[in-house]
């Protein structure tokens, strides 16, 4: 394509969210040439490696997506592809922020391909920022992800999924999971959708809604329960 022959050096995207049961009757061809294939991926899944390897050793990527392969099942080899093939720069995740109208849980990825496949080294760090609207107004957002972006080491993204948490927000979970029982322990791992409210704007509330709540009746701290995403 125009002459190009070792590979771009940019690719920007924004690709097409395609649920797997739309794309049924392309499987087959796609488990052929994609290493990332799975039988519940998400058509996002073929973009991203497509474009990563449509890149030039050095070659940046740039794409703006769903979240939700960071932590999904059909997204494990996906996760490895990143890790091995790029040094991912920078992670802007948005999480159930409407920002897009047209986009559910939208984030924003940056990486560089790789010269070669490789494990990455203790030194290397990708800058990530969750970002919440009502803590961080849009017209300074570049000042914003300068103030509050964190550090994350990338030999720390794990296949089964991706912790994009400052340190402390990592210590803790890892010392959640040392003193408590998994879920997947009782389950044998047998996770289909995993733990879902139906509509979390109803259900899980902020640390002022609770105070308010116990202001107005103290029994309703006897069911309302401390709740990690």
């Not at 392309?26 to 073929?46: I, N, R």
């Not at 961080?136 to 296949?159: G, I, Y």
Request: glycine share 6%; charged share 25%; proline share 5%.
């Amino acid at each position: 394509m125009f002459g190009v022959k070792d590979g771009f050096d940019v690719v920007v995207g924004n690709p097409p969210y395609v649920r797997h049961e739309a794309i049924k009757d392309q499987k087959p061809e796609l488990k052929q040439h994609y290493d990332c294939f799975s039988g519940t991926a998400d058509l996002l899944v073929y973009f991203c490696e497509r474009s990563i390897k449509l890149l030039r050793a050095g070659g940046a990527f740039a794409f703006i997506t769903s979240n939700k392969w960071y932590r999904a099942k059909y997204g494990e080899a996906l996760r490895d592809f990143f890790k091995f093939q790029t040094q991912i720069k920078t992670i802007i995740d948005f999480g159930d922020e409407a920002v897009f109208t047209a986009l559910a849980y939208p984030t924003i990825i940056i990486a560089q391909k790789r010269q070669q496949s490789a494990k990455p080294t203790a030194n290397e760090e990708l800058m990530a920022l969750n970002w919440k609207r009502d803590q961080m107004p849009v017209e300074q957002f570049v000042e914003q992800f300068k103030q509050q972006c964190f550090a994350v080491p990338q030999d720390s993204l794990q296949r089964a999924g991706w912790q994009l948490e400052p340190p402390l927000k990592r210590q803790l979970l890892a010392k959640l999971k040392a003193v408590g029982t998994p879920l997947g322990a009782y389950v044998n791992d047998r996770f289909y959708i995993g733990v879902k409210t139906g509509l979390n704007k109803a259900f899980v509330i902020d640390r002022a809604t609770f105070i308010e709540l116990i202001k107005q009746d103290p029994e309703s701290g006897k069911i309302i329960k401390p709740f990690l995403r």
